[in-house]
Structures are given as C-alpha cells and as structure tokens.
C-alpha cells in the first residue's frame, strides 16, 4: 500500500526564518493536498499539485511536485506566528476520490 | 471558512454506547468523506458517499455507518463504542462525481471521547 512520510515531525523557528517541510511517497503521486491544521480543528486547503515539476505559491507558502511525482516540499519565506500549526499533506488513493495522509509537521514559529 | 458545518464540536460516551455525528456539507457538494484523526496521527479514511450512495470504505468495521441526505447533510453513526474511538472525527465535502481528483474541503470536526 502507498504511504507518505513526512520530515521533520516538528520544527521549532525564530520568526523571520525560511523553513521547510518534505514529503515523500513509496509510489507515483496522482494528486498532492498540502492542508494546515490548527490542534484540535479542521483542515485548512492551502494548495493542490498534479503535475511533475508543478510549483505554486500563496503569499508565503511554495509548494513544489517533483518531476517523479513522488516528493513534495512546501517552503514558508519568513515564518510569522501566524504560520504556526500542523501540516498535513494527503494523496489521492489511485482511482479513488478519497486521501490518505502523513502523519504532519507540527510547527512552532517563536516570536 | 470553508462551508463545511459538523455538530456537536465535543461529545463524550461510555463503551457500548451508540452515536450519531453531524455534518453539513457546501451547498453543490455532492461527495461528502468522513476521516477518523487520532491524536498524533492524519486523517485516515472512513467511507464516502456520493449522490446517498456508499461510495469507498476504508479499513473500518461495519459498526462505522453513514448516511447522506439530499439537503447536503449526513451522518457518521458509530455503534458499540470502545475506548479507540476516540478521536477527531472530521468531514469533508467536495464538488462532483466519484473517482474525480478534486480538492476536499473540511469541516472543523467533532471531538469524541470514549470512557
């Protein structure tokens, strides 16, 4: 079965600082979810890749598909407090419209 | 804000009993999932419904049961409750047909505690 890991479990940034976080399939990617997650709450919809290579940004956040389909990063530029949370990245399950997660980076950005 | 409604936000229960989660999916929304979170853990993958129907299960027993309406709400009931049933519950809606790749939008999830 496909699984995706995700490095590091959790990061620790003064504010200010660039980070990022990785994560890695065993198998082709048909759809790559980046989520945010506040303890405790929903999931927040940052961004969707499919494509090999695809990258896209909203305000500080990159997210980029590598060329395999097979890892994916999300850069933050210059982490505020407000950058602070659990992130998740999901996957299609192949032929279904359903998704299977990893397990998130919690982030902790310090004032 | 995504449109995606779930009542109640907290519940606690004793093992053995019986429970009915709520959710409200965005109006046009015809594919609603539900996900179990445990502490610590994503997201994993209950079941789906498309159009009322049951549309994919994942690696949960039967007594995880749903059910959707046509005014874009449904329903997760769990029967025989035990203690690893607690978790974050959340749904999750999104537009169109089954075996579509298309962006899920979540709920802020109903927190269940089994005593």
């Known amino acids: 079965s496909q699984e995706l890991e995700q490095s590091p479990q959790s990061l620790i940034v003064q504010e200010g600082k660039n980070l990022t976080i990785n994560c890695t399939s065993s198998k082709t990617l048909y759809g790559l979810y980046w989520y945010k997650q506040k303890y405790g709450e929903g999931l927040i919809f940052l961004m969707m890749?499919?494509?090999?290579?695809e990258e896209k940004s909203h305000e500080k956040i990159t997210a980029k598909l590598d060329e395999k389909k097979q890892q994916s990063s999300l850069h933050i530029t210059a982490s505020q407090p407000s950058h602070a949370g659990i992130y998740l990245c999901g996957a299609d399950a192949a032929g279904a419209n359903n998704l299977f997660f990893g397990t998130g980076t919690r982030l902790t950005v310090i004032p | 804000e995504t449109g995606v409604t779930q009542s109640p936000t907290h519940l606690i229960k004793t093992r053995g009993q019986q429970v009915t989660l709520r959710c409200s999916s965005q109006s046009g929304h015809n594919t609603v999932s539900w996900y179990q979170q445990a502490l610590g853990q994503g997201p994993q993958f209950i079941f789906q419904y498309y159009r009322e129907e049951e549309n994919g299960r994942g690696n949960f027993p039967p007594r995880f049961s749903g059910l959707q309406f046509p005014n874009y709400s449904s329903e997760l009931n769990v029967n025989a409750l035990e203690l690893d049933d607690s978790a974050l519950y959340l749904c999750?809606?999104?537009?169109?047909?089954?075996?579509?790749?298309?962006?899920?939008?979540f709920g802020p999830g109903t927190r269940l505690l089994v005593l």
């Open positions: 999750a809606s999104s537009p169109g047909g089954a075996g579509d790749q298309e962006t899920q939008y």
């Open positions: 890749l499919q494509k090999g290579g």
